[in-house]
Structures are given as C-alpha cells and as structure tokens.
C-alpha cells in the first residue's frame, strides 16, 4: 500500500508537528471545509505520541458539562504530564462562553475561576 502526501500537506504537517511538540504549544487552525486540518493534526499528534482529546457534544450540552470537562482536561495535563492535543471545531461552539475559554487558553493557558 503507497501512501501519497502532497508538499502542501507535509509543509503543514511539520509545521502542526512543531507545535505539538513545544512545551506550551498552541495553534490555530482557519480554513474551509474538507482540506485536512483535522487529519493533518491527528497524524501530527501521533507522531509526538499526544493523546487527543475531544468534547462529546449532546443536546443537553451546556457550561457545567464544558467546565467539567475543561476541569478534567487540567487535571490530566497536570497529574500525568502526558500530551494532549485539545481540537474543537466550530460545530463544538454551543455557547460564546466556550469562545472566551478558548481564548483564555490560547493567551494565558489558563481559564479563570476554573478552580476554586
């Protein structure tokens, strides 16, 4: 079985493998639909041996569940000391409230009043 990767893609491969790596890493990753961003980080992730990690949307989704989950992503980061790659897509969006926390993480790595 051959495997046929595009330039286009192993630049960006190496570049979401790069920041996968870094203590502290973080990206951001814009684009249409169906270009590979999703695969590209899987594949990325597992070539630093990062666990992924990824909310369970349901219809009773709300900010409890996100901050527990949130919470529980912390402790294992912490405890563990394991990668983590963290994706959430804009389909994942139920509240602005998530968008802040992301954005808390992506600035400061933390997310405020997550602890008491």
């Known amino acids: 079985m051959n495997l046929l990767v595009f330039e286009y893609a192993v630049n960006h491969l190496s570049r ?4 996968i790596a870094k203590p502290f890493g973080n990206g951001l990753l814009i684009g249409i639909g ?3 961003r999703h695969s590209l980080t899987k594949l990325a992730s597992f070539m630093n041996s990062a666990q992924i990690f990824k909310i369970e ?3 009773a989704y709300s900010k409890n569940e996100w901050t527990e989950d949130i919470k529980g992503l912390y402790k294992n980061l912490g405890l563990s000391q394991q990668k983590i790659t963290f994706m959430f897509t804009d389909s994942d969006l139920k509240e602005i409230s998530f ?4 954005n808390n993480i992506l ?10």
């Open 57 to 59: 949307l349901s219809k």
């Open 99 to 102: 968008m802040e926390d992301i």
């Open 34 to 36: 169906g270009n590979g």
């Open 107 to 116: 600035n400061t790595g933390e997310v405020p009043n997550l602890f008491t």
């Open 16 to 19: 979401l493998a790069r920041i």
